[in-house]
């Protein structure tokens, strides 16, 4: 029943904390990705605006050879062409230099142009056209720009070469191409009139081309890996901190939350235990917290005790605990006998400033009931845990001793309280813990451990409860040795109040 809820509570702190790890870490790498494209974009593209404009670069003499040659165009071949030879020398990058008439090559520097190479009027003038050369170079890239007016202007080609050389320069991994109108090619200078994939692209806003690449999804994946990796490592790591954080924190609150709502619902009930005297008369019970959870059934106080003193829900417990308590017994006050004591279990949480008021008015309640006057109410303070403030403490014992409420030193033995603290604070009974009474009838080493400490809650002139007896032969001894009260299994297990009333009070 216990592993149930703990299965329940762990299955969700699981799932919470991979939650929150996988998206931290998501979140993180997703920006890390996003941020590592973006920059590789960047990049690709300030190479590819670099290319563009090279290529710029070396057109840029096109206008002023025109400007040269146009007033060639008026006077005959054999004056123009050596005209034009001188010029062509001049700029490396021209492969052709060509008059114009009527649509065709009338002059040249170089002569298989002439007659055979034409322009087209729909092509506008002093755009960049890159072509298939079929005169000078056939199969090869050209460039070529004319300017014609009424058929007649000038005309002027490029060796592709001074496009496609530029690709060379860069990075093999780049794979750049250039692109204008119909055809592509890359550094090759292989022509391609087929479409092409690509994602990156500069254009020249001067002239008819563009230079553009296909980043691939594995050129993203080898940037991130090279670049980082670090990063995303980091992020893992800090998304397990923070995954462990929560699955903390989920812990915590998850078991709360499901307590909260249990005090709500007031699953907490009182189981009770009886508390007999040396004769084995009914002298008192001891009340036992049960958590009656509706889905897993009945829960034990070391499961959850712990956890409600760590977080202060252990108050509103308490202070139900003992409404419900007396709210029972008083149903049945009549039967109770005379003298008859009713121990209650308390934390070192209650005398806290904070919670020391929620303690008093729960007594007070006591006090002012009818119960009062037939029974005492007696507080258990465990010795196992340790008084947080000495001097409070001090004070709400005063103040419990004067509404005559009893104080009871629990687990007595196992804990660090000095014997001056325990007479300063004045307690009034002394429970011996379980775990010296099962000495008792074991081996002669162990035995005197009894004796001593039966002896010391003597000399301290408290009453004396014995708590967990079992056996006939720890009942004689105890007797022997005086122990006023007896308490354990062998009169009876913790059963639930109610059930404790009717066997004992009908
Ligand atoms: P405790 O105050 O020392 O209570 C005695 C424990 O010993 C009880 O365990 C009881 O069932 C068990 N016991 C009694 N006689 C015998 C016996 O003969 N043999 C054996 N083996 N066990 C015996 P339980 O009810 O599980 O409570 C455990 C502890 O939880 C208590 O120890 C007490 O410290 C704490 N607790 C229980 N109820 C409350 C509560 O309302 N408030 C606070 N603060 N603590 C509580
Ligand atoms: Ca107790
Ligand atoms: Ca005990």
């Known amino acids: 029943m216990i592993n149930k809820i703990k299965n329940t509570l762990k299955y969700r702190q699981w799932l919470i904390s991979i939650a929150a790890s996988i998206g931290i870490f998501s979140v993180g790498t997703s920006i890390i990705i996003a941020q590592s494209i973006k920059s590789y974009d960047a990049n690709v593209l300030t190479r590819l605006g670099s290319v563009v404009s090279i290529i710029e670069t070396k057109l840029e003499s096109t206008d002023e050879i025109i400007n040269r040659i146009m007033p060639l165009t008026g006077m005959p071949c054999s004056t123009a062409e050596h005209k034009l030879i001188d010029i062509i020398v001049e700029y490396a990058e021209f492969q052709t230099l060509n008059i114009i008439k009527n649509n065709i090559v009338a002059c040249s520097t170089n002569s298989r142009m002439v007659n055979a190479a034409y322009v087209t009027s729909d092509k506008p003038n002093n755009e960049l056209s890159i072509l298939e050369s079929s005169v000078v170079t056939p199969g090869k890239i050209i460039g070529a720009i004319k300017e014609v007016h009424n058929k007649n202007g000038v005309l002027v080609t490029f060796n592709g070469k001074i496009f496609y050389s530029i690709l060379e320069h860069i990075d093999d991994s780049d794979n750049f191409r250039i692109q204008s109108s119909k055809i592509w090619f890359d550094k090759e200078g292989i022509i391609h009139y087929s479409t092409q994939r690509s994602n990156l692209m500069v254009a020249s806003e001067k002239y008819n081309f563009n230079i553009n690449t296909n980043v691939s999804t594995q050129d993203y994946v080898n940037e991130i890996i090279q670049n980082n990796t670090f990063l995303i490592i ?166 419990l001793h004067e509404m005559d409420i009893k104080m009871a030193i629990d687990d007595f033995g196992t804990g660090h309280s000095t014997l001056s603290d325990i007479k300063n604070l004045n307690f009034d009974f002394i429970k011996i813990d379980k775990s010296f009474i099962d000495l008792i009838g074991s081996d002669a080493i162990a035995a005197p451990l009894v004796d001593n400490i039966i002896d010391l809650a003597q000399r301290l002139e408290l009453a004396i409860v014995a708590e967990g007896v079992e056996t006939q032969e720890q009942l004689d001894y105890l007797r022997t040795h005086n122990v006023d009260y007896i308490q354990g299994y062998y009169y009876s297990k913790p059963i639930p109040l109610t059930e404790f009333i009717e066997q004992y009070f009908t």
């Not at 006998?337 to 919670?355: L, R």
Request: proline fraction near 4%; charged fraction near 20%.
């Open 234 to 399: 980091l992020f893992a790591v800090i998304s397990l901190i923070i995954g462990r954080y929560v699955f903390l924190n989920a812990q915590k609150n998850s078991s709360l939350f499901i307590m909260k709502e249990s005090i709500a619902d007031n699953e907490f009930t009182p189981y009770a235990q009886p508390v007999m005297d040396s004769n084995g008369k009914l002298s008192g019970l001891e009340i036992l917290i049960r958590w009656n959870n509706k889905h897993h059934g009945l829960i034990y106080p070391d499961v959850f005790i712990p956890l409600a003193e760590a977080s202060g829900l252990i108050i509103p417990m308490t202070t139900q605990l003992m409404e419900n308590t007396f709210n029972l017994l008083t149903t049945v006050e009549k039967k109770v006998p005379n003298d008859f004591h009713i121990g209650i279990n308390i934390s070192a949480q209650h005398f806290d400033k904070t919670n020391q008021q929620s303690l008093i008015a729960s007594c007070k309640k006591y006090t002012d009931s009818s119960l009062n006057a037939k029974t005492h109410l007696v507080l258990e303070l465990t010795e196992r845990q340790a008084i947080h403030d000495y001097d409070e403490t001090q004070s709400v014992f005063d103040t």
